[in-house]
């Protein structure tokens, strides 16, 4: 076989480092043997040229030329081209990254370059100097971090910690996966004067970081948190202004920036002997509620047996652990109701009238009652589940293991937008728009005292700029809760109404306009509105709005 490198052994090769090429000289040899493309780059790997740039047309010309018996004389065959260097710097100042195009034939990257490009970009702190060195022995590189500074730690918000282990919470529960927590609401936790509830856990200032420049970065401090103003029934302690106290015995609720202490007042029963009862604060009642009686109270309403029909009216939880039974319906009916703030939760509804500012929890049976929640109406815990008859309101979802009857009774549930968020919607817009006029007119009046030293008094200035912060934080706060209704109005199209097991004949379902009469019996679905209105949709369909 014969020996490549004794075929266009007349060919000389030679780096020309003025020109930046890869020159080419042959003497015409007649019995020269012909060569190819694939002889030749094998030929120059053999002879370290295989990184050169050696364009098509120059191999051809070679090829051309050799085969033919011409000279060659000093022919152009390839570029030597150096790698090319680029060191960026973030602009945060924290990373410095290297980017290196490998060398074709020409000078590669050294050391000592990247060494002065980073001196040229003031870089002096944190450099990688191991990773440089692996970058520039490898000669190539993509983004590879050759020098890091130190983040700031920004402050941790200021932050409340509960002492008691039980507390009764009127905020928004979920749970991990977004969804709301239908747990038992419990009984009524209790607490005595001078009992430690809360801690609040001062903002913290960060630690300053550095840049690759050498430059300190200031850290942001933590957002502070205070405990809220008049806070009924606790205290600041004398021994730790960061740590509220009961004043008084009762009910502790976790409330927005604190804990407040309601008085809790319990009694066996309530019927004609006791009276009716109205209380600043959480009412027990260890047994029965009879029929006519009125309860009143700002915190809680517990009821430990079952409650006939009464007006109940809390200012946050109601839970019946037996059920309620009301009298829509009745001929002698009154206009008795149960209406709270936060949730109802009770083991059955029978004919009742209530409205709760949250959810509506039955863990037995609804019949034939009128039930308004601001969230969502679920029935069906450990016990049947049944939704029947009568007529049910949510904005998020209405959800029971059994909707309807096979009697066909008529049983009507709405779901979807609540005209009161619009209308708050439209009022948060317009208290913005005032709040961000009277900024301009400050905004002015601070650009004149700028422009015209000591024309405007500095007591009046003081206040302007006092003025300008506070309206600030009101248009801050402005538009989180502008946000959150948007939100929630997002959510309202999400709406459903679920059967877990069955839905029957008679059941209505409506969102706004729009009406959904169930026909006939189905298994487990649910209603909302899909691409072509309002229909039936699957199980897995089902999910309601994770608010």
């Known amino acids: 076989m014969e020996d490549p490198q004794q075929r266009g052994a007349n060919l000389v090769f030679r780096i020309d480092e003025d020109q ?40 051809t010309a070679l090829l051309g030329q050799y085969n033919s018996g011409l ?12 790698a090319e260097l680029e060191v960026t710097v973030s602009p945060d100042g924290l990373q410095v990254r290297l980017d290196i195009v490998a060398a074709r034939g020409g000078h590669p990257v050294t050391w000592e370059q990247v060494l002065a490009e980073l001196a040229e970009l003031g870089v002096k702190e944190g450099i990688l100097f191991d990773v440089i060195e692996n970058a520039v022995h490898a000669g190539v590189a993509e983004g590879v971090l050759i020098a890091q500074g130190t983040p700031p730690q920004h402050g941790e918000d200021g932050r409340f910690e509960s002492l008691v282990p039980e507390v009764r919470d009127r905020r928004p ?49 933590g957002k502070e948190t205070m405990f809220a103003p008049n806070l009924a029934g606790v205290t600041i302690s004398p021994d730790d202004p960061d740590v509220l106290v009961a004043a008084i015995s009762g009910q502790p609720v976790h ?14 029963s309530v019927n004609m002997a006791i009276g ?53 319906g009745r001929k002698d009916s009154g206009d008795f109701r149960l209406r709270c703030g936060g949730t109802l939760n009770a083991g059955y509804l029978q004919q009742v009238k209530a409205v709760a500012g949250d959810s509506i929890l039955v863990d037995d049976v609804a019949m034939q009652c009128d039930l308004a929640a601001e969230r969502h109406i679920r029935v069906g815990g450990k016990k049947r589940g049944h939704i029947i008859g009568g007529r049910l309101q949510a904005t998020y979802s209405i959800t029971g293991k059994v909707l309807g009857s096979p009697n066909r009774i008529a049983t009507l549930c709405e779901i979807g937008l609540d005209p009161a968020l619009h209308q708050r919607q439209q009022d948060l817009v317009k208290q913005r728009g005032g709040k961000e006029m009277q900024l301009v007119e400050i905004s002015k009046l601070l650009a004149f005292a700028k422009q015209n030293p000591g024309k405007a008094p500095e ?22 809760e502008e946000g959150e209704i948007v939100r929630k109005l997002e959510l309202a199209q999400q709406a459903r109404v679920i059967a877990e097991q069955a839905m029957y004949d008679g059941l209505i379902v409506q969102i706004g306009a729009l009406r959904y009469p169930v026909r006939g019996e189905h298994g487990g679905g649910a209603i909302g509105l899909t691409d072509n209105g309002i229909g039936l949709l699957s199980l897995e369909e089902a999910n309601p709005p994770a608010e």
Not at 255 to 268: D, L, Q, W
Not at 307 to 320: F, H, R, S, T, Y
Not at 459 to 477: C, G, K
């Open 173 to 221: 529960k979920m749970t991990e996966t977004g969804h709301i927590d239908y747990r038992d609401l419990g009984g009524v936790a209790v607490v005595h004067a001078g009992d430690a509830l809360m801690r609040r856990h001062p903002a913290t200032a960060g630690t300053a970081g550095l840049s690759v420049r050498g430059e300190v970065i200031q850290a942001k401090p």
């Open 459 to 480: 007591t009046m200035l003081a206040r302007a700029r006092n003025t300008m912060q506070a309206l600030y934080a009101d248009i801050e706060t402005i538009r989180g």
């Open 276 to 328: 009716n009862i109205e209380f600043d604060g959480s009412v027990k009642v260890r047994g029965d509620v009879c029929a006519g009686m009125t309860i009143k109270a700002t915190g809680d309403i517990e009821i430990g047996g079952v409650a006939e029909p009464c007006n109940l009216e809390a200012g946050g939880n109601i839970v019946i652990q037996g059920g309620a039974m009301g009298s829509l």
């Open 71 to 82: 000279p060659l004389t000093d022919l152009r065959l390839g570029n030597l081209v150096d």
């Open 20 to 59: 930046k090429a890869l020159l080419v000289s042959a003497e015409p040899d007649e019995n020269a043997e012909p060569i190819d493309e694939a002889w030749l780059r094998e030929r120059l790997e053999a002879l370290g040229h295989a990184a050169v740039d050696c364009p098509a047309a120059s191999i």
């Open 255 to 268: 409330v927005a920036n604190g804990m407040i202490v309601e008085p809790v007042y319990t009694v066996e």
